[in-house]
């Protein structure tokens, strides 16, 4: 091997080792990394644009838009609103046309079960399309353990992949790598199935017609598919999926297995539903007026046909989404399409990038999915990540009240109850109250008397003004380190608002005080 | 009691709304405008031509003559078709007029290494179009493979003006929707591509690198 060859190869491992231990740190850890990357900083802000950019030209018409965005929400909470009869609807009509439906209440009982159908039907190569729930339940790493091998296909989760990394979006996988990395990482890695290199190259073109020749030929050869699902139609008995690339295709037609596997809330009642979700969804997600392929599956190959799938089964994931579907505000977390708007919209998200969160769903969504999924314990961390700005609440296209959403979980976070994870009652998250700590809820229970008691509010006012020299001292700075580690520390005026108004002559209106006092 | 019971009967303990259907959308009453019917044929050849496909506008005499004229010009040499009578009055044709590409019908099951490494074209035939975004809707079954809208690096794909819709919405809310649904139905509306690369958009990810639509105009 060329001496070249083996400084790049030794380089990504690096990297690889670089982006393990990374993920292995503290959400604030990871955050501060981020931030301080300048390349990666550049990659999302471009990215971010370019997406907002796209969505934008796409609804020229606002009044449009919010209409569409309102049935979006009224399909969505309709199906949610019958959830439990659709699923049993959509089992009867997919098992009448041949595909098999199977249930698996937690991600290791999803992961055994595929890989039970893998092997009684003793696959060994497997290919997958684009699927965020797979990622969810870790399911190429339960494969791997069992010795088989499962390729992403679609091309930025392939390159992920290849750098033994986890998609930093979820639309976009490779959305953090740039052109340079992704031609290195190519020529360093990349392999053809006889064994062959492919030559350094930063045009994508290039880059991509490499790609696509090799995963072609794993196309070819693969015992079965694993794919996701963006809409399943209970009264028709259909699997949709949404793509541009072709690889949702190649992995459910090509392969004489199919194995679908999706969440328990991407059901829809009728076909009628499925136009507006669709043109919601690509024109959102990547500002197109459809994808490239509407692909919808309703049985494995019959008889008298000479190509697709001999078996199709479907897999449908709970894991923690009953839960969500039982607590009273956080319900509507499951309206979501997985278009990823609210990522591309979201400040923090732009700045800091996917894999900060740590977590498979970044971004507003990562945020109000994975402490319900996970726990607010193991999860809570970035529910801080938030400036509460509301524009991934404005750019959902089903509605989904964000914001609210991640206050509640604040909320729930913070309830003076902890409850464990294995709590009965459904209607709370999971590990409730795990982040509250006696000193800040004191700091905030004088907070809210001093803003009930005037006097006590005059008090604090001045103290802090005479006080500030202190604050900004160093025995301030430890004081305030919890707040003050990763923001600018609030400077104290020398007078209160209320002083320089008396000062001059502004006299408080009659009865001003008694209405606060009660 | 199974996982599968356990998840309804958690499903089914939690308070829901109760939302009436979300009547369908249909002509009158869309909010998302969709074009006029006389702009139909405009609307869906911009937006496939935005989408990198190539429009052939065409009609019922011609149409074989105009398409072997691009085979040619894309070098093809050899063409997969479906099973259906306008396959074999194409592949009739080509026969008369070229020795150069071999024609196949598939009647058999396909064989992946030939259609994976030998076929240059697949030529498919719509069973609708949709105008609002440039889409034609394939049916799949015995006289219309999975596979050769799919896999070959050239796709083809037949449609008359006379099967043109709105959109999507109206076609789902048409007779037009075939029951039951055939095991695979897809809306195709450009070659296979990706901007997973830097935002850079490639065509040819996985699936066809061009695509040629055939409009039979009514004219
Ligand atoms: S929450 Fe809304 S904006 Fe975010 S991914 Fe889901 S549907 Fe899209």
Redesign the pocket.
Known sequence: MAESMIKLRDELDAEQQDFSDMQQQHFKVRARMALENDALRNSFRGASDFLMAKRASVFPDDEALQALRSRGEAIRQHSLNHLPDLLETLEKNLTANGIRVHWAETADEACALIHGILADNNARTVVKGKSMVSEEIELNHYLQEKGIECLESDMGEYLVQLAGETPSH?IMPAIHKNKEQIARLMHGRAETADGQGVPYTEDVDELIGNARAILREKFMNADAGISGVNMAVANTGTLCLVENEGNGRMTTTVPKLHIAVTGIEKVVEDLADVPELLTL?TR??TGQKISTYFNMISGPKKNDELDGPEQVHLVLVDNGRSRIFNHPVLQPTL?????????N?CPVYARVGGHAYGSTYP???GQ?VTPQIGGLDNNGDMLSACSLNGA?GE????R?P?PALIRELRHEANHPQFINAADADLTRVKQRGAKRSLGESIIWKGWALAHRYPPLYQMMSRSIAIGRGLLSGSLGNRLLAPWTDSRTAPKAAAQSLHQMVKKRGVASQPGQHKEHEQ | MSSRERILARLRQAAVGDSPRVPQAVSSDRVWPAPDKADWLDALCQNLRDNHAEVLLTDQQTWMADLLARLQKYNVSRLLCGNHDTAARLQQYIQSQSDDIDTQRVTTDIEKEVIFQQVDAGFSVASAALAETGSLVIETGPQEPRTVSLVPPLNIILVRQSQLQADFSAWAASTSVPDPMPTNLLLISGPSKTADIQQTLAYGAHGPKSLIVVMLTDA
């Open positions: 979820i969804l959102s997600a309206q979501c399409i997985r278009c990823g708007a609210c990522m919209h971004g507003p969504i109000v991934c750019a959902c296209p089903v989904i964000l």
